[in-house]
C-alpha cells in the first residue's frame, strides 16, 4: 500500500512544467461547407513524421486531441473516396477547419485496397481483428479461442499466461457463469458473430478485479453506418461425416441521430468423442490395490438460435442513450454408451459394468441493457450502465447401469436412475462511470453493485419396484446469492513525449450466503479487498517502447464449488463441496518491450495465495477417488511470450507467437507439504497469402505444449500437448458484395494423468477431430460510406504505452 501512495504521489506532485499540455480541435468540411463525418485524423510530430494520435470526426464534422505535449505537430484528415489534406498547427489550435475535396475517380480502387491488421497493440491488451481470419468460417467462439496466441483450451477451462482462471467478458460485461456453463455457451457462439477479441493481461482499475490470469474480452460486431445495411451469412460443412449448418443475418438502420440494429443467427450440429479413464488405489508400498477403468463415446447433438436487437439514440458528443436485448435457445443431447471393469487385486475379484446414459439440456438465455452516455464537455464525460441478465439451464439425465462378473455374468437388475436439474440465474448490475482532464490529467473513476441469485435444484429418482422414487440421498437444492460493491479511481499522464504513467486502485466489497435446503444447512461469508495497479511506459525513440506495469487480482469460487453436497458424476466418480472455500488473490508484474510494433516481447512474474486446488481424494472403504475443492496451496508462475506482426511481403502477412512458463508449487495436504513444480511452452503460426485485389489465403498452425513436471505431483495435472492445423481461401466478387470462405480444420485430442504415493490417474479425450466448411456473405446497403471508420484503427492502435 505504501508503494500504491508513493506512486500516486509521484503522478500528482511532479514540477508544473512536467504537465505543459496542448489541445487541438477543429472541423472536417466539404468544398460546400457541409460537415463530415468519420473521417480519419491523424495527429503526427512534425520533426520526424511519426504519429501520435489518431480520432475520428464525429457526426457534425468535429475532432479533437485533448492531453498533447507541447510542440509542433501536423493534421492529417483522410476518408474514402476524398483527397487527402494535411495541416500545420504549432502549439494550442482549436477552431481548424480542414476542407476535403472528392476524389470520384480513386473511390473504387481505394475502397478494394483498405485493409485491416489482425494484430493490434493498445494499452495492457492485445486486439485480435477476427474480420481478418479466413479459417473461422464454421467455427464456434471456443474454437476461436484456441486459435488466439497465448491461450490455451481443454476439458478443464481457460488458460492465459500460463494461468488458468481466465475472466471472459462479452462486450465488456461479465458473464456470471461456472467454467463449464462458460465453455458450453461459448460453444454455442458462433465465430461470425465475433469482431474483435481483447486479451488483456493486466487490466486497469476500471475492469472487474475477478480473473486470476487477465480478461479475455469478446467485442461482437455492431453496425453503425447511416442508411440500411448489414451482411448475410451462410455456412455448412461436415466433422468425419457429422454435418453442421448455420445462418447468420446482421443489420442496423441509421438515420441522423437514431440507429436500430438487429441480429439473429442459427447453428445446428453434431458432435464426438473418446474418453478413457483410468484410476488406480496403491497401498503403502506403493502398490496397486485396486482399480477402476471406464471407456465412453459419447454423441452429441445441438443447435443454437439467437436474436439481438436495439437502438441507440442521440449525439455521441453530448447525450446518447440506447437499449439492447439479447435472447437465444439452446438444446443439447448427448448419447453416452459406456463400458467399465473394476479390479479388486487383494481379493482376487472382477466386476464389468455397463452403462447407457441420455443426456441432455435446453438453456434460455436474456440480456438487456439500458445505457446514458452524457458529454458535458470535451474534457469530461458520464456513462450510466443497467444490466439485467437471466440464465435457464434445465438438464436431464436417464442412466441404465448393468454389472457382470468374470463370467460376464449379470450380478444384479439393472440399476435404473433419473436426474432432472433445473439451474436458474438472475443477475442484475448497476454501474457508473465519469471521466474527466484536470490539469492534463486524465482521472477515469466509477462505482457498481452487482446481485446474483442462483437456484440449484438437483432431483434423482430410482427405479425400484417398477416405480420411481425419489433418491433422497442424492436429491439436492441449494441457493447461492452473492452481492459485490465495487469503486475504482486511476489516473493517466503524459511527461513530456516519451513518458507516461497510470495508477489507479479498485476496492471490491462481497457477500456470500448459501443455503443447502436438503440438510437445512447455510453459511455465509464476506469480505474487502483492495485491488492496486500502476503502468509505466518509456518511449525510447521511434522505435522501442518499454512498460512495466503491476496488478493485483481475485479468483471467487464458484457456487458449485461452495455446494456442500456429494454430486455424483456416475456410480463411481463423484464430487464434494466445500463451503469453507475462500478466494484466491494473485499479485502480477509484467514488462514489455516492442520493436516497430512488429515485435513485442513480454516477461511476467505472479504470485498466488490461498489457490484454490481440485484435488482427488481416496475412499478407503468404497474404493473410490472422488473430487473436491481446498485452499492448499501457493504458486509463483515465471511467463514469457514474443509477438511478431509483419506484412513481410506484399503478398504475404505473418503473425508468430510463443509462450513458455514455469510453476513452483507449495501445497499443504493433510499435514503434508508437498513441493511441486514444473512448466510448459506452445506457439503459433498464423500466415495471411494475397493472391489478388479479390483472393485471398490463410494457413494456420498452434501448439500447446505438455506439462512437463520437475518433480513427482500430486495435484497439478500432466496433459498432452495440444494441436490444431487450419486453412482457408476466401474471395469476393459481384462489386465486392459477396464473400466465399473454404476452409478445413484438424484438431488433436489429449491425455492428463496424476500420480501420488496413494493413488494415480490417467484420462484421454479425442473429440471432432477433421472439420470441412464453406461459408458465404453478402453485404448489402451502404457499404462505402464509413468504411474507413470501420476499418481504421482505434485511437491507441499501433502503440504501446
Given at each position: 500500500?505504501?508503494?500504491?501512495?508513493?506512486?500516486?504521489?509521484?503522478?500528482?506532485?511532479?514540477?508544473?512544467?512536467?504537465?505543459?499540455?496542448?489541445?487541438?480541435?477543429?472541423?472536417?468540411?466539404?468544398?460546400?461547407?457541409?460537415?463530415?463525418?468519420?473521417?480519419?485524423?491523424?495527429?503526427?510530430?512534425?520533426?520526424?513524421?511519426?504519429?501520435?494520435?489518431?480520432?475520428?470526426?464525429?457526426?457534425?464534422?468535429?475532432?479533437?486531441?485533448?492531453?498533447?505535449?507541447?510542440?509542433?505537430?501536423?493534421?492529417?484528415?483522410?476518408?474514402?473516396?476524398?483527397?487527402?489534406?494535411?495541416?500545420?498547427?504549432?502549439?494550442?489550435?482549436?477552431?481548424?477547419?480542414?476542407?476535403?475535396?472528392?476524389?470520384?475517380?480513386?473511390?473504387?480502387?481505394?475502397?478494394?485496397?483498405?485493409?485491416?491488421?489482425?494484430?493490434?497493440?493498445?494499452?495492457?491488451?492485445?486486439?485480435?481483428?477476427?474480420?481478418?481470419?479466413?479459417?473461422?468460417?464454421?467455427?464456434?467462439?471456443?474454437?476461436?479461442?484456441?486459435?488466439?496466441?497465448?491461450?490455451?483450451?481443454?476439458?478443464?477451462?481457460?488458460?492465459?499466461?500460463?494461468?488458468?482462471?481466465?475472466?471472459?467478458?462479452?462486450?465488456?460485461?461479465?458473464?456470471?457463469?461456472?467454467?463449464?456453463?462458460?465453455?458450453?455457451?461459448?460453444?454455442?457462439?458462433?465465430?461470425?458473430?465475433?469482431?474483435?477479441?481483447?486479451?488483456?493481461?493486466?487490466?486497469?482499475?476500471?475492469?472487474?478485479?475477478?480473473?486470476?490470469?487477465g480478461i479475455i474480452n469478446i467485442k461482437t460486431k455492431k453496425g453503425k453506418r447511416d442508411g440500411l445495411n448489414g451482411t448475410v451469412t451462410a455456412s455448412a460443412g461436415a466433422t468425419?461425416?457429422?454435418?453442421?449448418?448455420?445462418?447468420?443475418?446482421?443489420?442496423?438502420?441509421?438515420?441522423?441521430?437514431?440507429?436500430?440494429?438487429?441480429?439473429?443467427?442459427?447453428?445446428?450440429?453434431?458432435?464426438?468423442?473418446?474418453?478413457?479413464?483410468?484410476?488406480?488405489?496403491?497401498?503403502?508400498?506403493?502398490?496397486?490395490?485396486?482399480?477402476?477403468?471406464?471407456?465412453?463415446?459419447?454423441?452429441?447433438?445441438?443447435?443454437?438460435?439467437?436474436?439481438?436487437?436495439?437502438?441507440?439514440?442521440?449525439?455521441?458528443?453530448?447525450?446518447?442513450?440506447?437499449?439492447?436485448?439479447?435472447?437465444?435457445?439452446?438444446?443439447?443431447?448427448?448419447?453416452?454408451?459406456?463400458?467399465?471393469?473394476?479390479?479388486?487385486?487383494?481379493?482376487?475379484?472382477?466386476?464389468?459394468?455397463?452403462?447407457?446414459?441420455?443426456?441432455?439440456?435446453?438453456?434460455?438465455?436474456?440480456?438487456?441493457?439500458?445505457?446514458?452516455?452524457?458529454?458535458?464537455?470535451?474534457?469530461?464525460?458520464?456513462?450510466?450502465?443497467?444490466?439485467?441478465?437471466?440464465?435457464?439451464?434445465?438438464?436431464?439425465?436417464?442412466?441404465?447401469?448393468?454389472?457382470?462378473?468374470?463370467?460376464?455374468?449379470?450380478?444384479?437388475?439393472?440399476?435404473?436412475?433419473?436426474?432432472?436439474?433445473?439451474?436458474?440465474?438472475?443477475?442484475?448490475?448497476?454501474?457508473?462511470?465519469?471521466?474527466?482532464?484536470?490539469?492534463?490529467?486524465?482521472?477515469?473513476?466509477?462505482?457498481?453493485?452487482?446481485?446474483?441469485?442462483?437456484?440449484?435444484?438437483?432431483?434423482?429418482?430410482?427405479?425400484?419396484?417398477?416405480?420411481?422414487?425419489?433418491?433422497?440421498?442424492?436429491?439436492?437444492?441449494?441457493?447461492?446469492?452473492?452481492?459485490?460493491?465495487?469503486?475504482?479511481?486511476?489516473?493517466?499522464?503524459?511527461?513530456?513525449s516519451n513518458w507516461q504513467a497510470q495508477a489507479g486502485l479498485r476496492a471490491e466489497n462481497t457477500n456470500i450466503e448459501g443455503h443447502q435446503l436438503v440438510h437445512d444447512t447455510k453459511f455465509t461469508q464476506s469480505y474487502t479487498s483492495l485491488f492496486p495497479t500502476a503502468f509505466v511506459s518509456y518511449k525510447a525513440d521511434s522505435n522501442n517502447q518499454f512498460e512495466v506495469n503491476y496488478g493485483r487480482r481475485i479468483a471467487r469460487p464458484g457456487y458449485g464449488m461452495l455446494n456442500p453436497f456429494i454430486l455424483y458424476s456416475f456410480e463411481y466418480n463423484y464430487t464434494k463441496g466445500n463451503p469453507y472455500l475462500l478466494p484466491q488473490y494473485t499479485n502480477n508484474f509484467e514488462i514489455k518491450h516492442s520493436y516497430k510494433n512488429k515485435l513485442v516481447t513480454t516477461a511476467s512474474y505472479s504470485y498466488t495465495s490461498d489457490v484454490i486446488s481440485n484435488i482427488l481424494v481416496p475412499d478407503d472403504t468404497t474404493h473410490i477417488i472422488y473430487q473436491t475443492n481446498q485452499n492448499i496451496a501457493r504458486t509463483e508462475t515465471i511467463h514469457a511470450s514474443i509477438l511478431y506482426d509483419n506484412n513481410v511481403k506484399k503478398w504475404l502477412d505473418l503473425t508468430l507467437s510463443g509462450y513458455c512458463f514455469f510453476n513452483y508449487n507449495r501445497s499443504s495436504l493433510n499435514n503434508t507439504q508437498i513441493n511441486t513444480a514444473g512448466g510448459g511452452y506452445g506457439f503459433s503460426i498464423h500466415s495471411r497469402f494475397n493472391f489478388s485485389k479479390k483472393w485471398a489465403g490463410e494457413c494456420n498452425y498452434h501448439y500447446g505444449g505438455p506439462y512437463y513436471p520437475t518433480t513427482s505431483l500430486q495435484i497439478t495435472p500432466n496433459p498432452s500437448a495440444i494441436q490444431d492445423v487450419s486453412a482457408g481461401v476466401s474471395g469476393t466478387f459481384w462489386h465486392d458484395t459477396t464473400t466465399i470462405r473454404l476452409s478445413f480444420e484438424d484438431q488433436s485430442g489429449y491425455t492428463q494423468s496424476q500420480n501420488s504415493a496413494t493413488y494415480s490417474t490417467n484420462s484421454s479425450f479425442r473429440a471432432n477431430t477433421f472439420a470441412l466448411s464453406m461459408a458465404l456473405t453478402y453485404n448489402f446497403g451502404k457499404q462505402l460510406e464509413n468504411k474507413r471508420h470501420r476499418e481504421s484503427a482505434p485511437e491507441e492502435a499501433g502503440r504501446m504505452y
Amino acid at each position: 500500500m505504501q508503494k500504491l501512495i508513493f506512486l500516486l504521489g509521484l503522478l500528482f506532485l511532479l514540477p508544473a512544467h512536467c504537465f505543459a499540455q496542448e489541445t487541438i480541435s477543429g472541423t472536417v468540411k466539404d468544398s460546400s461547407g457541409k460537415p463530415i463525418s468519420t473521417v480519419t485524423v491523424s495527429l503526427l510530430k512534425t520533426s520526424d513524421s511519426s504519429w501520435v494520435r489518431s480520432a475520428v470526426s464525429g457526426d457534425d464534422g468535429s475532432f479533437s486531441f485533448n492531453d498533447i505535449p507541447k510542440g509542433d505537430y501536423v493534421v492529417d484528415a483522410r476518408l474514402i473516396g476524398y483527397i487527402a489534406n494535411v495541416v500545420a498547427v504549432k502549439g494550442v489550435s482549436e477552431n481548424i477547419v480542414i476542407v476535403l475535396q472528392k476524389n470520384d475517380k480513386t473511390l473504387k480502387e481505394v475502397t478494394v485496397s483498405a485493409k485491416k491488421p489482425l494484430i493490434e497493440l493498445s494499452l495492457g491488451k492485445t486486439i485480435i481483428n477476427v474480420d481478418g481470419m479466413i479459417s473461422t468460417a464454421g467455427n464456434n467462439v471456443l474454437e476461436l479461442l484456441k486459435k488466439s496466441p497465448g491461450i490455451n483450451v481443454d476439458n478443464n477451462g481457460i488458460t492465459m499466461a500460463g494461468k488458468g482462471g481466465a475472466m471472459v467478458l462479452i462486450d465488456d460485461k461479465p458473464t456470471y457463469l461456472s467454467t463449464q456453463d462458460l465453455i458450453e455457451y461459448l460453444k454455442g457462439m458462433s465465430a461470425d458473430e465475433v469482431a474483435q477479441l481483447e486479451l488483456i493481461t493486466q487490466p486497469s482499475a476500471k475492469y472487474d478485479a475477478e480473473g486470476n490470469s487477465g480478461i479475455i474480452n469478446i467485442k461482437t460486431k455492431k453496425g453503425k453506418r447511416d442508411g440500411l445495411n448489414g451482411t448475410v451469412t451462410a455456412s455448412a460443412g461436415a466433422t468425419l461425416a457429422r454435418p453442421y449448418e448455420e445462418v447468420s443475418f446482421q443489420s442496423n438502420y441509421k438515420i441522423k441521430k437514431l440507429n436500430l440494429f438487429a441480429n439473429a443467427s442459427y447453428f445446428n450440429a453434431q458432435g464426438f468423442a473418446d474418453w478413457k479413464d483410468v484410476e488406480n488405489l496403491k497401498d503403502n508400498n506403493s502398490n496397486i490395490t485396486s482399480s477402476y477403468s471406464e471407456h465412453s463415446h459419447p454423441v452429441e447433438e445441438f443447435s443454437t438460435e439467437q436474436i439481438k436487437a436495439g437502438f441507440d439514440y442521440g449525439d455521441p458528443n453530448k447525450t446518447q442513450f440506447g437499449l439492447n436485448q439479447m435472447l437465444s435457445y439452446h438444446p443439447n443431447r448427448n448419447d453416452l454408451p459406456t463400458s467399465s471393469i473394476q479390479r479388486d487385486y487383494v481379493n482376487a475379484d472382477t466386476t464389468f459394468g455397463s452403462r447407457m446414459i441420455h443426456e441432455g439440456f435446453y438453456r434460455q438465455n436474456v440480456a438487456t441493457n439500458l445505457y446514458v452516455d452524457h458529454q458535458f464537455s470535451k474534457e469530461s464525460k458520464l456513462s450510466i450502465n443497467a444490466d439485467y441478465l437471466y440464465y435457464y439451464k434445465k438438464e436431464h439425465q436417464d442412466i441404465t447401469s448393468n454389472t457382470y462378473n468374470a463370467q460376464m455374468i449379470p450380478t444384479a437388475d439393472p440399476v435404473l436412475n433419473n436426474t432432472v436439474i433445473p439451474i436458474t440465474n438472475n443477475i442484475l448490475s448497476l454501474k457508473a462511470d465519469y471521466n474527466i482532464i484536470l490539469k492534463g490529467v486524465k482521472i477515469e473513476s466509477g462505482i457498481k453493485s452487482s446481485y446474483v441469485t442462483v437456484d440449484y435444484n438437483n432431483q434423482y429418482n430410482e427405479h425400484i419396484n417398477n416405480t420411481w422414487i425419489p433418491d433422497t440421498t442424492q436429491t439436492n437444492h441449494f441457493i447461492y446469492k452473492e452481492n459485490t460493491n465495487a469503486a475504482y479511481v486511476q489516473g493517466n499522464k503524459s511527461f513530456g513525449s516519451n513518458w507516461q504513467a497510470q495508477a489507479g486502485l479498485r476496492a471490491e466489497n462481497t457477500n456470500i450466503e448459501g443455503h443447502q435446503l436438503v440438510h437445512d444447512t447455510k453459511f455465509t461469508q464476506s469480505y474487502t479487498s483492495l485491488f492496486p495497479t500502476a503502468f509505466v511506459s518509456y518511449k525510447a525513440d521511434s522505435n522501442n517502447q518499454f512498460e512495466v506495469n503491476y496488478g493485483r487480482r481475485i479468483a471467487r469460487p464458484g457456487y458449485g464449488m461452495l455446494n456442500p453436497f456429494i454430486l455424483y458424476s456416475f456410480e463411481y466418480n463423484y464430487t464434494k463441496g466445500n463451503p469453507y472455500l475462500l478466494p484466491q488473490y494473485t499479485n502480477n508484474f509484467e514488462i514489455k518491450h516492442s520493436y516497430k510494433n512488429k515485435l513485442v516481447t513480454t516477461a511476467s512474474y505472479s504470485y498466488t495465495s490461498d489457490v484454490i486446488s481440485n484435488i482427488l481424494v481416496p475412499d478407503d472403504t468404497t474404493h473410490i477417488i472422488y473430487q473436491t475443492n481446498q485452499n492448499i496451496a501457493r504458486t509463483e508462475t515465471i511467463h514469457a511470450s514474443i509477438l511478431y506482426d509483419n506484412n513481410v511481403k506484399k503478398w504475404l502477412d505473418l503473425t508468430l507467437s510463443g509462450y513458455c512458463f514455469f510453476n513452483y508449487n507449495r501445497s499443504s495436504l493433510n499435514n503434508t507439504q508437498i513441493n511441486t513444480a514444473g512448466g510448459g511452452y506452445g506457439f503459433s503460426i498464423h500466415s495471411r497469402f494475397n493472391f489478388s485485389k479479390k483472393w485471398a489465403g490463410e494457413c494456420n498452425y498452434h501448439y500447446g505444449g505438455p506439462y512437463y513436471p520437475t518433480t513427482s505431483l500430486q495435484i497439478t495435472p500432466n496433459p498432452s500437448a495440444i494441436q490444431d492445423v487450419s486453412a482457408g481461401v476466401s474471395g469476393t466478387f459481384w462489386h465486392d458484395t459477396t464473400t466465399i470462405r473454404l476452409s478445413f480444420e484438424d484438431q488433436s485430442g489429449y491425455t492428463q494423468s496424476q500420480n501420488s504415493a496413494t493413488y494415480s490417474t490417467n484420462s484421454s479425450f479425442r473429440a471432432n477431430t477433421f472439420a470441412l466448411s464453406m461459408a458465404l456473405t453478402y453485404n448489402f446497403g451502404k457499404q462505402l460510406e464509413n468504411k474507413r471508420h470501420r476499418e481504421s484503427a482505434p485511437e491507441e492502435a499501433g502503440r504501446m504505452y
